[in-house]
């Protein structure tokens, strides 16, 4: 039984036996022209690059070494983006009270008061990463400045996604002094205008309170018809504009009892002096 094959260099032809013959039967060639023919060796899985088993294992291995790296650089990371969004936090509550140069741990205090206007234990920072849920909880942080203004932390929806930011009242506890928003996904040139400076500077002034009522801000479509607590709505953006009300509204009145009780312990202001009085002072200055 032939158990080789071999292949005429010359012709091409085939012949099986144990031996090359000593001549081509077709072209004459001599044995010496003869290659045997070797059967290739079967390839294992990674042997042939071409196969569906190897591009799917190969894959396999690369989406799993780029996971752990990223993995690793995501934890390396960490420290220094934590780091860096407590600054942003800091700069924004500044921001708020118009007091970019102060340094945060010299100018404001922070602590957090419950659903009374009691002072509670918590870290604020921690509750400002989940705010709704801080507020869920019946925590509310809050940021007192040295001349004494605070900041509350707001947050709420808006048409794409989440919204938030801080508003600066003065020490009258009614007057907003500035405000900060953010927001995750509105829409640029609509919804995304309450990131700009500009829209964020009409709040400036407007009170929270009428009388003692407690009344918010609202953005109100076709323009603010009540100027003391409202504020032109964005134009083409009443969803995130309704947002931003109701997020304005939401968070502002869980910081009620501390700002009524601030309130109530705000010096009333001394009252004008009448003009006969006035002259009567003036008449003492002369003499």
Not at 150 to 156: H, K, L, N, Y
Not at 225 to 246: L, Q
Request: hydrophobic residues 40%; contains cysteine.
């Amino acid at each position: 039984m032939a158990t080789k094959k071999f292949k005429c260099n010359v012709c091409g032809y085939i012949h099986e036996g144990d031996a090359a013959p000593a001549t081509c039967p077709v072209c004459a060639a001599p044995a010496s022209e003869f290659t045997e023919v070797t059967e290739p060796k079967k390839k294992g899985l990674l042997g042939d690059t071409n196969s569906n088993a190897y591009i799917v294992l190969y894959s396999t291995v690369m989406v799993v070494i780029v996971a752990v790296l990223l993995a690793v650089a995501a934890l390396a990371l960490k420290p220094r983006q934590d780091a860096n969004d407590l600054n942003e936090k800091k700069r924004n509550i500044l921001a708020s009270l118009s007091a970019e140069g102060e340094s945060y741990d010299q100018f404001i205090d922070a602590y957090v008061v419950d659903a009374q206007g009691n002072r509670v234990d918590g870290d604020v920072f921690a509750l400002l990463n989940d705010l709704p849920g801080a507020f869920a909880a019946g925590k509310f942080p809050i940021f007192e400045s040295k001349d004494g203004r605070v900041v509350i932390p707001v947050t709420g929806m808006g048409l794409w996604g989440p919204v938030w930011g801080y508003v600066a009242l003065e020490k009258d506890m009614n007057t907003v002094a500035g405000i900060i928003m953010a927001h995750k996904g509105e829409t640029p040139g609509l919804g995304a205008e309450i990131a700009t400076p500009k829209y964020q500077s009409l709040f400036v002034g407007k009170t929270i309170f009428e009388g003692d009522q407690f009344v918010s801000v609202t953005l109100r479509k076709g323009g603010a018809k009540d100027p003391a607590h409202e504020v032109d709505a964005i134009s083409g953006g009443t969803k995130t504009s309704d947002g931003v009300t109701a997020m304005l509204y939401n968070s502002l009145k869980n910081y009620l009892p501390l700002l009524e009780s601030k309130r109530q312990s705000e010096p009333e202001p001394a009252p004008a002096a009448t003009e006969e009085e006035s002259n009567e002072e003036n008449a003492e200055s002369h003499e």
